[in-house]
DNA sequence: CCCTTTATCCAAACCGCTTTGGATTTGGCC
DNA sequence: GGCCAAATCCAAAGCGGTTTGGATAAAGGG
């Protein structure tokens, strides 16, 4: 019904050239005011919309920004993936631009990225999950790809765009929340520390402990995908050992779930017995909230780090001469139900 | 570096026409395999791909699929949006297929659908958690796109494709187990009632209570967004009443955790003082897995779902005369760790 | 040997828009 | 009235592919 008035009809319709509808309908000047408004309700009335593909293809532009995910990216990040993009799509779309999403296997994903590139698809991509071990970006470089890193690159802070959490200081921070209680066998129970947002949180533990001239037990020490059983599985094991923890520093809400139902099990009151401290992604899902939120954590927004990377990917386009820019936000540390005193010398 | 070869250029390497190329790398038979490889072989060293905006306006087709969300769908159905996403997602880089994604505010969803529709960025859509009131599949109809919908939309089961699990089947054999358990008094935690699947597993649940004779209790039966503290608030809330439930049936693995939480922070052991049964939707960050899962729950993957519904709406845009398809799902029924015989009368 | 196929390949039109480089009209000013 | 600038509008040339309708050459048939 209201398919299908191109640009040709519509000029035909109003008795004008293409160019002038064209100008009318993209706010340029040299049109009237009233030609643009005989145009635009034309437009209307008939339901005229450029053709995207035309457009982009005149202009060159794809309009659109790219988001390569590997299979085994959204296993582990599931969750924080998606939040993320739920910010950078409401960027996105408030400037007109596309977000394609795609998931390729784990041995494509240096394609994907060439495939957008020489085929046009989008105008730059977001790089996501960076590990210790980078590469992405050199290739994207090479590509000439506008890019923003969602964490950062190690080694590459300077000559690349990113938006990240300061991991390191909020898990010294935690940490420090926690040797303040008294606690002193603290437990990390990490994300895959091949990435750099876990390697950066470990530093942060290693570091608030040896400013006390404590050092971490390798016992102590896990790094995996965090899922809740890996939380509870890994708390489990070790209040069970003859040396328990009496806190847990925990690098993602999911599992922290699953270490407080692991001290459950084990009879022990969190916020007691045990204290739980986790980083919180802010994940909607997953609300933490509450005048004294259930689990005291190091709390930063996915969503908004989402929103920041688009506008700072959109910059770069619209700006391709400028420097890289980034954005280092600080985690807050919110005290919730979930920490308490060290327990008295037990046994 | 290897950017920037298009066709004509390409072919003037080649002392060929733009045709010929253009046909022996889409492999049409009017041209020699000894052509077709000098072609392939030049296109490849000199990193030759078609830019796809140009290919798209040439033949019509977007080659995208589109999925829009409103902001509000992902507070409830984040996880499970990915999830199904990435399966998906799957689907169509196989097809060579892209994947756009539009996060719009919930006033402006009809308006995406338009926009999708007048300037073909998509050739079809994927319709998300369509409600009781559903209206979407109307509007997509009239704007002439292909769609195919994740769940059901009541009343149009015929004229539509969808994809769907037994969501009134999967409780009430969910129901019947715990019945079969001794259980009289079941709490059933839903989803938004005012969702087709909610609606459909609560008419499940009642009905496998009357079969018994049995009458819903009111207090026991919440609707809500499906987060942690969903469950744990209302566990609670329930638990601690004068005449608590000895069975809980959950709509989501999340508020199950916090029907857990609730019941370990009440002293009450799962599976043998209180009984949880849950949809498992196995999302990979919440593994429900082992010999004996935590939870016993009606597991249905979700991922499976977004595979097989790209798979219908692809074979809808290339055949589209053909009459609307459906796939109907049925959950398997797992007997975990969190479902033991009711409690011998209490008090 | 001539004519008809068959196998290859090509020039040009087209997809629907943007944009360049004028052409035409109008208005202000001396 | 004549001239110049500003205001409008337009024809046509891209953008980079696909596809139609032949043209040309080689092969097969009588």
């Known amino acids: 019904m209201s398919n299908g008035v191109n640009l040709k009809e519509l000029s035909q319709r109003l008795n004008l050239s293409q160019t002038t509808v064209s100008r009318a309908l993209n ?32 202009t060159g532009r794809a309009m659109a920004i790219g988001h390569v ?26 400037h007109g631009y596309d977000m394609i999403i795609s998931v390729v296997d ?33 290739l994207l470089k090479e590509l000439n790809l506008p890019f923003v890193v969602h964490g950062r690159i190690p080694g590459a802070e300077r000559e690349t765009s990113w938006i990240d959490m300061n991991n390191r200081r909020a898990f010294e921070r935690a940490t420090n929340l926690l040797l303040d209680l008294g606690h002193t066998r603290i437990a990390l129970l990490n994300g895959l520390e091949h990435m750099d947002f876990a390697s950066r949180r470990r530093r942060g533990f290693e570091e608030a402990l040896a400013a006390r001239g404590l050092t971490p037990d390798p016992a102590l020490m896990r790094s995996a995908d965090m899922t809740e059983p890996y939380g509870c599985d890994n708390a489990m094991e070790m ?24 001290a459950g099990q084990c009879g022990l009151k969190t916020g007691k017995d045990v204290s739980i401290i986790t980083h919180d992604d802010a994940l909607s899902f997953l609300p933490n909230s509450g ?42 540390l ?14």
Chains 1, 2 share one sequence.
């Open 27 to 58: 706010g340029y000047p040299e049109v009237s005011e009233e030609t643009r408004k005989r145009v635009s309700e034309m437009a209307e009335k008939l339901g005229y919309a450029p053709n995207s593909q035309a457009r982009r293809l005149a």
């Open 69 to 94: 995910i590997p299979r085994s990216i959204h296993e582990m990040m599931n969750p924080i993936f998606l939040e993320f993009i739920a910010g950078a799509g409401e960027t996105y779309s408030r």
């Open 106 to 138: 784990d041995d494509k994903e240096e394609d994907a990225y060439r495939q957008i590139a020489s085929r046009k698809k989008a105008d730059g991509v977001i790089v996501h999950g960076p590990a210790n071990e980078e590469h992405r970006h050199k």
């Open 239 to 262: 209040l069970k050992s003859d040396n328990p923890p009496t806190a847990f520093l925990i690098s993602s809400m999911i599992s922290a779930i699953g270490v407080a139902r692991a």
């Open 291 to 332: 005048e004294v939120p259930i689990f005291t954590c190091t709390r930063s927004s996915v969503r908004y780090a989402g929103e920041k990377a688009a506008e700072l990917l959109l910059n770069m386009i619209s700006n391709p001469a400028a420097k890289p820019a980034s954005l280092h936000l600080d985690a807050e």
């Open 334 to 347: 919110i005290i919730g139900q979930s920490t308490g005193p060290a327990p008295a010398a037990s046994r």
